[in-house]
């Protein structure tokens, strides 16, 4: 870890005050930007703590939704009862993810903005375009088990890593973020981008924004929702596919479906051109499967992770089951419902 | 007279060590508090094979706080020959020799230390640290490797080579039932939870006191001075607690040499840390291939077994381990024969690690007598029976004792296997196909020669010492219990002491010999202090134990107690005080052959189990959970069951992993391994672990170590991934014939 200048604001005009400068970070838990300027990874030369900024309540929105403070801890988020009640597959996401101790530390903003699991990303002795950029990608052609099977470029094939966001994605979440020029408000499927030619560039933040909240509007996919969540361990290990769905069911067909895919690409993977599909039709092996292949057009392996698009499909038809059938999947329980 | 109940060998008493182990008062070789500290962080090689050309240290010097970067070019002299550096394992071929000189034989080789007054300022500076390579061509890929792959001409110690039987090639072409198949273990990491490190304290005086994370203290004291040219009265290493090894610390690993060095050239006390990453920057369990060819009757009787693996071992030693040998050992069949090879990558080399060879070699060989079976259509269990060998036969040779049988039809009862229907995908339960399946496991039952001290005082206090580890093993409680047993006094009054080159000479902690050697030792010890005793209580006015010999007499509550008059008891302390001793300590040593132990001398001596795995598999998604293991283990004499069954578990655990997760990834065109860290390199959580039963088996054994204690640090990881394997097959019908069994591997 370098030397670095540290700030700990106490309020959201003077964080993004002190946001403006060269090679800022903004500390929230601390659960990935620590691990990775110990590895030498993130070298800032100032850090930003946002820990005492006012960004830790859940709040009612006008309209029925909820935004979700940027520091709040995502175990909070969880375990809120209006999450719980009114947003589910959120709380069902996020405790997928990690393992308790770690939630308890890290908050949603930190969670949207984590950075890729890569191993060569974490490892300074080895080329990698995000990390050093022109250094090359080292996964594509290595070690790439883990890596991205959709909206990858010839510069980097990793994927984002968080559980929380994939179910943002089909929630319809919005990234509240201000900055030097002001509030903005980012639709959660801009969020995230995609690596193209400018790996470096996990989202759509400007320099020195800040993530000052997630509103969610009001949805009511309380029943038919689930998050499936497929790993190489049972607990503790980050996606290898994971899905989330919400679904409206009305009279035995589906008024509406929503799917995003984790641990596929460089952001959570949705077409809502795919899910048209399944609206008007009636749940079926069938109609699940001729979606699984629209959402997965266009996916290629790199080698190590072909696989993950067998995996996909036959975790996307599995998700879509349980979210029809109202069994959503346990995350205490690891049989999968 | 009511006594309390004796507490001794076989009560399960709960680790003597434990309140301080969870309290944190415990500590490890880095949290010794020594005064005036500086710190060292390692810095290591980016490329796998070549030489440095050069190090620029200018800005890691510039660092605040930094102290020196010693590289090979300003490191204080140190021994140069192969000899030198030979440590208790003698591995033939060239040891590595950390900041030798400029070559880099393998990636994260420790080529510079950086010292400063922090660690933080150390880690960072490492990192500014400039290296020019000339890089060499080099080869990780073992499945290359083994187009390489050679029989070493010098053997490592400890190493059996096969010894074949009949016409195994005629016998397998003519078997009219066969199963073959080439089956594959990924390299594996031992990642103990405490990572090495040393402090090393610099006393000024020309001596060193190093407490170091280590399997052996002494191994450890020996190779400092023979590589730094130490007189050995001058270095002092203590491991007094070590948070787990497997066997990565068997060897001195390089962070004691680079402390040491630091030391030397720094005039100062150091510590040196390695973190989690650099865990993955020397011992690592080899990498295997095994092809195994077996030839049954249809009536499932085997006829003929052909085992042929091969395992990684780096360009500089030659690392053997016994794997082909166990089939042919457990198995009755007539023909037999067996190779094994190694092959050389660009990697540090490879290690022991729990069961070496064992949990490879017995592991594979258990997945393919599965296939066997089915081929022969015989119920698996069934199967192990009909070739069930009462005698080593390999060598032809009895065994002191072998309860295998009795170890699966105990398992296959508290499992349930008469409940298995045979068919492949035949049971389940809702969405999860469920199989069950078993495998043998085996280990060595082995003695080294151990020395141990018993220090009796007169208010009743018994210390009992030797240098051995306890790795998490158990040790302090076993010395503890088997003196309580000796002298029969109260653990309470009783205090182990190991961890401390200074203590009477034990070998290095490893291959499950620690409880029956240690034991033996102090038990010799505790009897000598009895002697010692008896003698004294005839100075007793009266005589009171007239002239009673050690047979006549036991120690029961402090007291010598007269066998056949048990209402004439003499507290020691009465014994004492009337021959005026304040103390009597006593060292004895145990080597192999005493006792009983000379009938066994021409038996072989194995522990054995049976294992037997549940696992449930979504159908569609190819997601295993292991639901259910039950192994069955005969080890000869328990010394205590509570840390015994935390052994085996611990075994057990790491079998899953061994089945469905540790694997370490090599990224060939950088010859690095990849997912070095916890994040990536996966071992089993708790939600990967349900139920685990462990049954021990009756099975008094005199002969196979003067307390009948057999050992338990390495059966309980052998076969366990082998059962699971098995388990898979038989929920899936798909046949997975390397480790670990991933997802990718099921789905289809
Ligand atoms: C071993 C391990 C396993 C894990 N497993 C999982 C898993 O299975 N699933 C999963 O989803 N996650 C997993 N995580 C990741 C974890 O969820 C993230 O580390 C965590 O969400 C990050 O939140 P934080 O508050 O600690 O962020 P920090 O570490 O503080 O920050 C992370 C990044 O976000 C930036 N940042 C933080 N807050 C803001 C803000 N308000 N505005 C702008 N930028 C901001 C920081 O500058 C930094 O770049 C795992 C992490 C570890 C270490
Ligand atoms: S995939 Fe992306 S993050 Fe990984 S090495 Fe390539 S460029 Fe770096």
């Given at each position: 870890m370098n030397r670095f200048d540290y700030a700990r604001p106490a309020s959201v005009a003077e964080a993004v005050q002190a946001g403006a400068g060269e090679q800022v970070r903004y500390l929230a838990g601390g659960t990935n930007l620590i691990d990775l300027m110990k590895e030498n990874v993130d070298r800032p030369m100032t850090v930003i703590d946002?820990?005492?900024?006012?960004?830790d309540a859940i709040e009612e929105l006008d309209g029925g939704g909820l935004r979700l403070g940027a520091l709040v801890p995502n175990s909070n988020t969880a375990w809120d009862a209006r999450v719980e009640q009114r947003y589910p597959l959120l709380s069902s996401a996020i405790l997928a993810g990690a393992s308790p101790q770690l939630r308890n530390a890290a908050t949603n903003g930190g969670n949207l903005n984590q950075r890729t699991r890569c191993y060569y990303f974490y490892d300074v002795a080895t080329p990698c375009n995000k990390r050093e950029p022109g250094s090359g990608c080292g996964a594509i052609g290595g070690?790439?088990?883990?890596?991205?099977?959709?909206?990858?470029s010839d510069q980097c094939i990793a994927t984002h890593p968080s559980d929380m966001c994939v179910a943002l994605a089909v929630l319809d979440a919005t990234v509240q973020v201000t900055g030097p020029d002001g509030d903005r408000a980012i639709p959660i499927a801009d969020y995230h981008r995609l690596?193209?030619?400018?790996?470096?560039?996990?989202?759509?933040?400007?320099?020195?924004e800040l993530v000052t909240g997630i509103d969610l509007p009001a949805e009511d996919f309380t029943q038919n929702y689930t998050y499936l969540k497929l790993r190489d361990r049972l607990s503790y290990a980050f996606a290898l596919v994971s899905i989330a769905v919400v679904m409206r069911v009305e009279d035995g067909t589906i008024a509406e479906a929503r799917v995003a895919l984790g641990g596929v690409a460089h952001k959570p993977w949705r077409s809502t051109e795919a899910e048209k599909l399944l609206?008007?039709?009636?749940?079926?092996p069938q109609a699940f499967g001729a979606f699984a292949d629209a959402l997965l057009a266009g996916a290629v392996g790199q080698g190590e992770n072909d696989f993950k698009i067998l995996l996909a499909r036959k975790g996307i038809i599995r998700a879509l089951k349980q979210a029809a059938e109202a069994t959503p999947q346990s995350q205490t329980d690891k049989r999968v419902a | 007279m009511a006594t309390a109940a004796k507490i001794g060998i076989g009560s399960a008493i709960n680790r003597v060590d434990g309140v301080e182990k969870v309290t944190g008062t415990a500590r490890y070789a880095a949290e010794h508090p020594v005064e005036n500290l500086l710190y060292g962080y390692i810095v290591e090689a980016a490329i796998a094979k070549g030489r440095i050309v050069s190090i620029d240290e200018e800005a890691a010097r510039a660092v605040p706080g930094v102290i020196e970067v010693i590289t090979h070019l300003n490191r204080p002299h140190v021994a140069w020959t192969d000899h030198s550096y030979q440590d208790e394992l003698k591995i033939p071929g060239s040891p590595f020799r950390p900041l030798y000189d400029d070559r880099i034989q393998f990636s994260q080789q420790p080529i510079a230390l950086v010292m400063a007054e922090t660690f933080e300022a150390a880690r960072y500076a490492a990192s500014v640290v400039e290296v020019a390579y000339a890089a060499e061509a080099h080869n990780t890929d073992f499945e290359v490797a083994v187009g390489d792959k050679y029989v070493p001409k010098k053997k490592r110690s400890g190493y059996t080579a096969p010894k074949n039987r009949g016409d195994a090639a005629q016998a397998f072409a003519d078997a009219p039932l066969k199963a073959a198949g080439d089956y594959r273990l990924a390299p594996e990491h031992h990642n103990p939870m405490e990572m090495f490190g040393s402090t090393v304290e610099w006393h000024g005086d020309g001596s060193i006191t190093v407490w170091d994370k280590t399997q052996g203290s002494q191994g450890v004291h020996a190779y400092l001075a023979s590589v730094?040219?130490?007189?050995?009265?001058k270095v002092r290493v203590l491991n007094p607690y070590v948070g787990g090894a497997f066997g990565s610390g068997l060897r001195p690993q390089h962070q004691v040499f680079l402390a040491v060095l630091a030391a030397k050239k720094l005039e100062r006390s150091v510590r040196v840390t390695m973190i989690r990453n650099q865990m993955f920057s020397h011992a690592y369990r080899p990498q295997a291939i095994q092809s195994i060819a077996l030839g049954a009757e249809t009536t499932g009787k085997l006829t003929a077994i052909r085992n042929a693996a091969t395992t990684s071992t780096s360009r500089y030693e030659d690392n053997m381990e016994n794997v082909v040998t166990w089939g042919l050992m457990n198995y009755d069949c007539p023909n037999a024969d067996a190779e094994y090879t190694v092959a050389q990558v660009d990697t540090a080399t490879s290690a022991d690690m729990r069961a070496p060879g064992a949990a490879t070699g017995m592991t594979l060989f258990e997945m393919a007598i599965d296939e066997m079976a089915y081929e022969a259509k015989v119920d698996p269990l069934e199967f192990r029976l009909v070739n069930y060998s009462p005698i080593d036969a390999m060598n032809g040779t009895p065994y002191t004792s072998k309860a295998l049988r009795e170890a699966f039809r105990e398992g296959a009862e508290a499992f349930g296997w008469s409940e298995r229907s045979a068919e492949p995908r035949s049971m389940r339960d809702g969405k999860e196909l469920v199989g069950w399946g078993c495998a043998t496991g085996m280990w060595d039952a082995q003695f080294s020669k151990t020395s141990a001290s018993a220090k009796l005082t007169a208010n009743g206090h018994l210390e009992v010492a030797c240098a051995t580890s306890d790795i998490g093993t158990g040790s302090y409680t076993v010395m503890t219990l088997v003196a309580a047993e000796t002298l029969g006094l109260p653990p309470e009054q009783i205090t182990a002491k190991l961890g401390d080159s200074d203590l009477p000479t034990a070998p290095v902690e490893g291959g499950s010999w620690g409880a029956a050697s240690t034991g033996a030792a102090v038990q010799l010890a505790c009897q000598a202090v009895g002697k010692k005793l008896l003698k004294a209580a005839g100075e007793i006015a009266g005589a009171p134990l007239g002239d009673a010999k050690m047979d006549d007499v036991l120690f029961e509550d402090g007291c010598i107690v007269l066998k056949d008059t048990p209402t004439v008891r003499v507290p020691f302390g009465d014994a004492m005080h009337a021959a005026d001793l304040t103390e009597i300590e006593e060292e004895e040593t145990a080597a192999p052959g005493f006792g009983d132990m000379w009938k066994g001398l021409h038996k072989s001596k194995n522990t054995h189990s049976a294992i037997f795995a549940e696992v449930k598999v979504d159908e569609e998604l190819g997601v295993v959970r292991v639901t259910r293991i039950v192994d069955a283990v005969a080890a000869g004499r328990i010394i205590n069951p509570k840390t015994a069954r935390s052994q085996i578990l611990g075994g057990v655990v790491m079998g899953v992993g061994m089945a469905l997760h540790e694997e370490t990834f090599p990224d060939h065109r950088l010859g690095r391994w990849m997912n070095h860290n916890f994040g990536e390199y996966h071992v089993p959580v708790h939600a990967d672990i349900h139920d685990i039963q462990v049954i021990f088996v009756d099975e008094p054994d005199p002969e196979v170590t003067p307390l009948g204690v057999k050992g338990l640090g390495e059966i309980g990881i052998v076969g366990t991934a082998a059962a699971i394997a098995n388990a898979i097959f038989h929920a899936t019908g798909k046949r997975v014939r390397s480790l670990p069994i991933t997802i990718d591997k099921i789905l289809d």
């Open positions: 946002i820990n005492r900024l006012p960004l070690v790439n088990r883990i890596h991205a099977i959709l909206g990858a690596p193209g030619d400018e790996p470096w560039r996990d989202n759509t933040l400007k320099p020195g609206k008007g039709q009636q749940p079926s | 730094f040219g130490f007189s050995k009265k």
